[in-house]
């Protein structure tokens, strides 16, 4: 079935560079960590779980897709298995205070690459 939407976001994403694709995942990994203190808050650990395991997804999709040909790939592959070392340990102790704790990083890193990927297109 055709769904201009669908069809319409996937055309976005197909068309962002690799930079704007990267912020796109890192907005999402914080919407659904925000979602998921939201939810654990409100003891509702199904939900958060969902929101939890999607932003997981992100951060390993964003250690698999690493150019290892930079040095700083190795240190930003540590960050992002920190970040998932995080949510597990939410996940476990179902605390909210553990995603508030890494909210701030993972914003913090949106930012650099957001920035990053502005100062690649002013050249």
């Not at 669908?6 to 659904?32: C, H, P, R």
């Not at 939890?52 to 992100?58: F, R």
């Not at 939410?90 to 100062?119: G, H, N």
Request: aromatic share 10%.
């Amino acid at each position: 079935m055709y769904n201009p939407l669908t069809q319409y976001k996937e055309q976005a994403i197909s068309t962002m560079s690799k930079g704007e694709l990267t912020v796109a995942l890192f907005d999402e990994a914080l919407k659904n960590i925000r979602h998921a203190i939201l939810l654990m808050e409100q003891q509702d650990y199904t939900r958060s779980k969902d929101c939890t395991d999607k932003a997981q997804s992100i951060f390993r999709y964003l250690c698999v897709a690493l150019n290892y040909n930079y040095d700083i790939s190795n240190s930003l592959n540590q960050l992002y298995k920190f970040f998932n070392q995080e949510i597990i340990r939410a996940e476990v102790r179902r605390d909210p205070e553990v995603l508030d704790a890494i909210f701030p990083l993972v914003s913090d890193m949106r930012d650099t690459w957001a920035q990053a990927e502005k100062l690649i297109h002013m050249k």
